[in-house]
């Protein structure tokens, strides 16, 4: 009896073991992707939930596993120690958002040679600005003046006169790129499609910092006082008080939109019901990026070494499929100037010559 | 008349501005006027903010027009909650009021983050819309002074103004004010009288916690819309000006008043053409600069509450 026990006892332990070996020879198979967070949570509405969601993306549509670690502050050791933590823990592919990577990245990709590293928005250097990237990095840039020329000939269509105005964060070069295609996007729908749409100097303003609110609000009133019927907040927390200063007035009946960034804040600028004042949003699409270079992992072609630009002409950039705001007409002239961008029809500069600020 | 005009359109946002940093200055009167330095204030606005966001966001579909008023309740409880711990340190344990003070400040912003995070799966939590501002019907038609005071104002604006006034009665007209302004000169004199210094100094920092927490939950509702665990500096800003208004109630409002202003000019300078001549960096400092000067400038004459900040023994001479 005894005898037969043990027996039992070890053919399913033998079971047992097999289904582990199973088990994990069916998760050896899948990639292992990490992320490390930026400053702020996982859902800030913007670069960090923006590549979240394209990590999870892949999880659901490629198989591969995830984890993100958020860092205890915002150094370099920071980021490097929750590099190390992810390599050490099997996740070997490790996408990271925001230019604050770039010196960590710099070093990871040295020192772990084994690692795969995406770094979106920015390219490694050991602290000096030269661009190093090394053979198991990718580096990602956006062109943030296509997105904000689509915001700006957009949202241009469908107000077709009136003054508009931009709100940035600091003055860095992501953020005027962004106001500079949003000038060249409003300024195009003006000769060719004879809209009234005027700009002037003090209505395109940088404040400063991306987390004045108090100060979005009060710029965002001021232009709006004088007549501004649409501003473009390219400004983090700043834009925050801009989309607040819209809402109390959309809900007093008045007309304020709100251009939004990055990604589409249509559900940020609802006041009422699912009316919003919303017009349209310049976004990034880091989820793509994040996605795309997961697949070329997977399939064998990751670009290591490469710098990318994800740019209208591979869907990086551009405003949301769907804009409740915007009329069908206004839409679907978007698409064609989209298609034209995406053809090299349209060239928008990356440069202020002779625009505002 | 230009220049007018530019005063008028950018009073009201002036005075939006100004609200919360008046009702958190004014808190903080009460709890030294007792005696009981409270350097928390950031902390108990944030608390206030927070409770204010979890509050309205929980209760604005169900109550569209009720949730603010609410809110702001919750907002005045949790500061007043919270300042409990303040209080309980440094009346009872005789504790070091500027470490309890800090240890509140980094305590409010961890554990709302933390709250929050479990209450809603974000950092942050969004209210659909705050108070809409008003035209006072009439009163704003008045040349001059309407456009300044009576045109876009927020009802917290008259709130707030209430309860100053309610505040300067209570603290300058009644037994009450004169015994805890006693506390906070000399305790063991008001404690010979007959006075319970242990709960008026409860009562001077719940009231200060309460009127934090009101502060905070008032920015969520007026200019911020957003709760994301930081007032900005605001409660530290509230403790200068109520040194520069000398624990008056009237001076804290002018303190308050000049901030509020000098910083929206400096906000709104880079849109109105006539301002944006002026060096921003210049008119953002400007505030601080004049605080500074008038902080050296007044620190012969201080009139500090002169038992604020120590602790009380019961029997001490």
């Known amino acids: 009896m005894k005898r037969i026990r043990r027996l039992g006892g070890r053919v399913f332990l033998v079971a047992a073991l097999a289904c582990m070996a199973f088990g994990s020879a069916a998760a050896g198979a899948a990639l292992k992707v990490g992320m490390v967070t930026d400053a702020g949570t996982i859902d800030d509405k913007s670069f960090n939930q923006g590549t979240w969601e394209g990590v999870l993306k892949a999880e659901k549509e490629l198989g591969v596993q995830v984890k993100y670690l958020k860092p205890g502050g915002t150094t370099e050791a920071d980021y490097l120690k929750e590099i190390g933590n992810l390599y050490d823990a099997g996740y070997r592919f490790i996408v990271t958002p925001g230019f604050k990577f770039e010196t960590s990245i710099h070093k990871a990709q040295n020192k772990y040679p084994n690692g795969k590293f995406v770094l979106l928005d920015g390219t490694p250097h050991k602290g000096d600005y030269a661009p190093e990237v090394g053979e198991n990095t990718v580096s990602i840039f956006f062109a943030e003046h296509e997105a904000g020329f689509m915001a700006g000939f957009a949202s241009a269509l469908q107000l077709k006169e009136g003054p508009v105005g931009f709100v940035g964060g600091m003055e860095i070069p992501p953020v005027q790129k962004f106001n500079w295609g949003f000038q060249q996007g409003v300024a195009f729908a003006n000769e060719r499609y004879g809209t009234k749409i005027t700009m002037t100097p003090e209505n395109f303003v940088y404040q400063g910092s991306f987390d004045n609110v108090a100060a979005g609000q009060q710029l965002a009133a001021s232009m709006y006082d004088r007549g501004v019927r649409a501003i473009f907040a390219a400004a983090g927390g700043v834009g925050v008080g801009v989309i607040n200063e819209a809402k109390t007035r959309a809900a007093s009946g008045k007309e304020a939109w709100v251009i939004g960034v990055d990604v589409d804040q249509y559900a940020e600028g609802i006041y009422d019901g699912q009316k919003s004042i919303i017009l349209t949003s310049a976004m990034k699409r880091i989820d793509q990026a994040a996605y795309d270079l997961i697949k070329t992992e997977l399939e064998g072609k990751f670009p290591g070494g490469r710098t990318l630009i994800f740019n209208a002409a591979n869907n990086g950039v551009g405003i949301p499929v769907r804009n409740p705001n915007l009329d069908e007409k206004t839409q679907r002239t978007a698409d064609e100037i989209f298609a034209k961008l995406q053809a090299g029809g349209i060239v928008v500069a990356a440069e202020q010559k002779g625009l505002i600020k | ?317």
């Open chain 2, 1 to 317: 008349m230009e220049i007018w005009n530019i005063v008028a359109q950018i009073f009201p946002y002036a005075v939006a501005f100004t609200v919360p940093l008046l009702i958190t200055s004014l808190g903080g009167l009460f709890s030294e006027r007792s005696g009981v330095v409270n350097i928390g204030l950031e902390g108990l606005m944030v608390m206030g903010f927070f409770a204010a966001a979890v509050t309205v966001k929980g209760i604005e579909d169900l109550l569209p027009s009720g949730a603010i008023p609410i809110g702001l309740l919750a907002a005045a409880l949790g500061g007043a909650l919270f300042s409990l711990l303040h209080a309980f340190a440094s009346i009872n344990l005789n504790a070091d009021q500027i470490i309890s003070g800090t240890a509140i400040n980094m305590m409010a912003s961890a554990v709302t983050i933390y709250l929050a995070r479990t209450f809603t799966g974000s950092g942050n939590i969004r209210i659909r819309t705050g108070i809409l501002r008003r035209d006072i019907p009439w009163l704003a038609d008045v040349p001059g002074l309407g456009p300044l005071l009576f045109s876009q104002t927020y009802w917290t604006t008259w709130l707030v103004l209430l309860l100053l006034a309610i505040s300067w009665f209570l603290l300058y007209r009644t037994s009450f004010g004169l015994r805890l302004r006693a506390c906070g000169e000399h305790p063991s004199s008001a404690a010979s009288a007959g006075v319970n210094v242990y709960f008026m100094r409860y009562m001077g920092v719940t009231i200060s916690g309460a009127f934090a927490g009101l502060g905070g939950g008032i920015i969520l509702v007026t200019y911020s819309g957003e709760f994301n665990g930081s007032v900005a500096g605001l409660g530290f800003l509230a403790l200068a000006a109520l040194i520069f208004g000398q624990w008056k109630p009237l001076g804290v409002l002018g303190a308050t008043l000049f901030f509020g202003f000098a910083a929206t000019v400096a906000n709104v300078s880079q849109v109105i053409p006539q301002l944006a001549v002026i060096p921003p960096l210049l008119l953002k400092s400007f505030p601080y600069v004049v605080t500074l000067a008038a902080l050296v400038l007044f620190s012969r004459s201080s009139r500090a509450p002169r038992a604020s900040g120590q602790p009380y023994y019961p029997g001490q001479g």
